[in-house]
């Protein structure tokens, strides 16, 4: 894994990831201790893609985004921008849009076709608004 220190990339090993407070805690085969650790205070570590294993119905926000969204019916409503992340659900923007990431409007995820298959109430992908 790589590893971004103060500006300098350097080649680290994990020995154990776990999450505490919210927060993952790193164990490196290069910091066996505390005081060795302190110099990846702050330094941001990246992974290649390949390399994360996500369980079946998880994704990467790197995943979604770039996924075309289409209706089940064939509507093409645009691709997704970025994921946004709230407390009660995570969101995918589409266009100006915000698509929250529930079963009743998800059908179907599909990354390696980047396609995502939706069913979703007028108005809430497109500008139409429903009249009573």
């Given at each position: 894994?790589?590893?971004?220190?103060?500006?300098?990339?350097?080649?680290?090993?994990?020995?154990?990831?776990?999450?505490?407070?919210?927060?993952?805690?790193?164990?490196?085969?290069?910091?066996?201790?505390?005081?060795?650790?302190?110099?990846?205070?702050?330094?941001?570590?990246?992974?290649?893609?390949?390399?994360?294993?996500?369980?079946?119905?998880?994704?990467?926000?790197?995943?979604?985004?770039?996924?075309?969204?289409v209706?089940?019916?064939g509507?093409?409503?645009?691709?997704?921008?970025?994921?946004?992340?709230?407390?009660?659900?995570?969101?995918?923007?589409?266009?100006?849009?915000?698509?929250?990431?529930?079963?009743?409007?998800?059908?179907?995820?599909d990354?390696?076709?980047?396609?995502?298959?939706?069913?979703?109430?007028?108005?809430?992908?497109?500008?139409?608004?429903?009249?009573?």
């Amino acid at each position: 894994m790589d590893c971004d220190v103060k500006g300098r990339r350097e080649i680290v090993h994990i020995e154990s990831v776990r999450e505490h407070k919210g927060r993952l805690l790193i164990a490196l085969d290069e910091a066996p201790d505390a005081t060795s650790a302190e110099k990846y205070i702050g330094a941001t570590f990246f992974a290649p893609r390949e390399a994360l294993d996500v369980a079946e119905g998880e994704y990467l926000d790197v995943d979604l985004i770039g996924c075309n969204v289409v209706s089940e019916s064939g509507m093409q409503y645009g691709a997704v921008s970025r994921v946004d992340h709230y407390p009660s659900n995570d969101m995918l923007i589409v266009g100006k849009h915000m698509l929250p990431m529930v079963s009743a409007f998800i059908k179907n995820i599909d990354t390696a076709n980047k396609a995502i298959t939706v069913e979703v109430p007028p108005g809430l992908l497109d500008d139409d608004s429903v009249s009573s």
